[in-house]
């Protein structure tokens, strides 16, 4: 199949996220030239593009957080940029790249914060809410921090529990910045392994930005690729991040190598044609 040129939390099947026409740009430069896709629940689309090519101004103008230059985003149908804030959080989650800890809390309840969509008045925790971040400390096996001061952790588990945050979060829409950068490669496959079930069992709608191409190869359902020129390559993953394409978007000469069934790209020496 040839890839498209650019034209325990359960979740409502209804977070189907419209990229009407957008069009995004930086100054005079464009990022992405007008693209219309639909990614549908049950997908994991992993977003692959040099550094500067757009990846993270994409993720936020789709998160309603930043202003497309042109065309619409929409989630089950509403304008993601009109939507009202807590309405807005209840159904998107984000995760940023960089994460800042401005003051000293337990990791429980560092994450416990990503509840906050869904309490009313004070905002006090319910059996329900312990009941779901507990879930999620498990999930990415940080149990055994669960009272430790958060800005005694690693980069590593720091951005683990970041991400716990934005599962507790519960919204059919998870968008993550780069959420494996920071964890070495047992950490990123757990996570990897974990976002790909909350696609598949629990229906969700997932887009992330990931660097390592292998990885989005082997747990992506779908990718998107960004050159970084305003043009983009989206569909199966399998057929969007191939050799030719990669060494082209990311400007560097690429191969596949095969072993045991299994594939990889791998750079190597040399200069493009």
């Not at 977070?15 to 994991?44: C, E, M, S």
Request: charged content about 20%; aromatic content about 2%.
């Amino acid at each position: 199949m040839k890839p498209r040129q650019a034209d325990s939390l359960p979740v409502s099947p209804s977070a189907t996220l419209r990229l009407d026409a957008l069009r995004l740009a930086i100054g005079a430069r464009t990022l992405l030239a007008p693209l219309t896709l639909d990614i549908v629940p049950g997908t994991l689309w992993c977003v692959v593009g040099p550094n500067g090519a757009g990846k993270s101004t994409l993720l936020s103008t789709l998160a309603g957080l930043r202003p497309a230059q042109g065309g619409h985003v929409r989630l089950a149908g509403e304008d993601v940029h009109a939507m009202a804030p807590a309405a807005l959080a209840r159904q998107r989650a984000f995760l940023p790249q960089t994460l800042h800890d401005t003051f000293s809390m337990p990791v429980r309840d560092a994450v416990l914060i990503g509840r906050h969509p869904h309490q009313s008045g004070w905002g006090w925790e319910q059996a329900e809410d312990a009941a779901i971040v507990d879930a999620a400390l498990a999930a990415l096996a940080l149990d055994s921090l669960a009272s430790r001061d958060i800005r005694t952790l690693s980069g590593g588990e720091r951005q683990r529990v970041a991400l716990a945050a934005t599962l507790v979060q519960q919204a059919p829409l998870m968008l993550l910045d780069e959420p494996v950068a920071h964890l070495d490669l047992h950490h990123q496959i757990a996570v990897l392994d974990l976002l790909r079930r909350q696609a598949r069992e629990h229906r969700k709608t997932i887009v992330l930005t990931i660097h390592d191409v292998n990885l989005a190869r082997a747990y992506g359902s779908d990718a998107l690729l960004l050159p970084g020129d305003g043009t983009v390559l989206h569909g199966p993953a399998q057929a969007v991040l191939t050799a030719e394409h990669c060494s082209r978007a990311l400007r560097t000469p690429m191969i596949t190598v095969s072993e045991g069934g299994h594939s990889a790209l791998v750079a190597v020496p040399g200069r493009l044609p």
